[in-house]
């Protein structure tokens, strides 16, 4: 995926969280980079690019749910 693309999909994903969590987006930022699901969306093998900014968001909110 193209690096402004994926940056841009970030985005999304991040006030997605902020919004289902009743947070910042500062606070949400926070949330996603410390994911793992941030480490898979970085590798283009993992297929998690290809999937809906809302399926990527519930993953990181089961992430943070069974953690």
């Known amino acids: 995926m193209n690096e402004i693309l994926l940056w841009r999909k970030i985005a ?4 997605l ?3 289902r969590l009743g947070i910042d987006a500062s606070q949400a930022l926070d949330i996603f980079y ?3 699901v941030c480490t898979l969306l970085h590798e283009p093998k993992s297929g998690l690019q ?3 900014d809302a399926y990527v968001a519930d ?3 089961m992430e943070l749910q069974y953690s």
Do not use: V
């Open 59 to 61: 993953e990181i909110i």
């Open 12 to 15: 999304r994903i991040i006030m």
């Open 50 to 52: 290809l999937m809906s």
């Open 17 to 19: 969280l902020a919004q």
């Open 34 to 36: 410390a994911s793992r």
